[in-house]
């Protein structure tokens, strides 16, 4: 039988590798394997024998040079042990092969930085926005409303009615980009999945702690134009399930976490589309 396998990309300062791969499983994956980038250079592991990649959280690097840009390099310019490939190869041939890649905080400043996402000419290695230091120049650690774009084309929301209700943990969250032409774009083909909102998920917002860290035009993720590719500062590993919320004892909620959903999907166009 086909299986349906998630990879995780752990080391060098990740540190959501388990709830990720958790997710992924429950999401409906029949493998997560949690993977050390180490395994990956050295040829050990390879991204073909993959569908899902999940690029997660955590402080690669120590965020030194910024957050994600070490790794940015390294996954953009490592070579293979023993092989003439490089890991940029596997990388583009994942990408080109129709496969998902889903990025959370650490790992969606990591994709924008190798120029993953937004990808507007699909090169998917030409940085045209960036994820830096959050306006109140603090760390956020807090739970946010994301109200989705239903005109994404991102495969991972569908179902979402509203939006999602989810944690950030992060020091450099801002989105940016180069110029008022990629806005544009950005906005035109609607790549912004989610944008950070007032509580009913009716209006996007600049006000924080509502958007927590002054991202243009409140944008909280980001996709490509087909969908496959995402990235997203909000943890939905975190919220799985319902006594991952913060005022479970107190409140009603249903079983499943709002951030499954997207794990659902991937598990679903894996197998629908891919095996
Ligand atoms: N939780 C995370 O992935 C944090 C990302 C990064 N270290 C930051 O502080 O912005």
């Not at 949690?34 to 569908?51: C, M, P, Q």
């Not at 959370?104 to 994820?131: I, W």
């Not at 005109?151 to 509203?162: D, M």
Request: proline share 4%; hydrophobic share 40%; glycine share 8%.
């Amino acid at each position: 039988m086909k299986q349906a396998r998630a990879i995780v990309i752990t080391g060098n300062g990740t540190n959501c590798e388990r709830e990720a791969a958790h997710a992924c499983r429950l999401g409906g994956f029949d493998e997560a394997v949690i993977a050390h980038i180490s395994d990956l250079l050295t040829g050990n592991i390879r991204l073909d024998d993959f569908h899902f990649l999940n690029l997660t959280g955590g402080f690669l690097d120590g965020d030194d040079l910024g957050s994600a840009k070490a790794q940015a390099n390294r996954l953009k310019y490592a070579r293979i042990e023993g092989a003439t490939e490089h890991l940029i190869d596997q990388l583009s041939r994942f990408i080109a092969d129709g496969k998902l890649i889903l990025g959370v905080c650490n790992g969606f400043q990591l994709m924008v930085k190798m120029g993953l996402l937004p990808a507007l000419d699909e090169s998917y290695l030409e940085q045209s926005v960036t994820l830096t230091f959050n306006d109140c120049g603090r760390f956020q650690d807090r739970w946010v409303y994301l109200k989705v774009d239903p005109a994404s084309p991102s495969l991972f929301t569908k179902g979402v009615e509203k939006g999602l209700y989810l944690p950030i943990r992060h020091g450099e969250g801002k989105l940016l980009a180069d110029s008022p032409a990629t806005l544009a774009a950005i906005e035109e083909r609607h790549l912004a999945v989610f944008k950070y909102a007032t509580a009913d998920y009716a209006a996007a917002s600049m006000e924080f702690p509502l958007n927590p860290n002054g991202s243009v035009h409140a944008i909280a993720a980001l996709c490509n134009d087909n969908g496959r590719l995402m990235g997203m500062m909000p943890h939905p590993e975190a919220f799985v399930h319902r006594t991952n919320h913060p005022r479970w004892t107190r409140e009603e909620l249903p079983e499943e976490g709002d951030g499954l959903i997207l794990f659902k999907n991937a598990a679903t166009y894996v197998k629908e589309k891919l095996l």
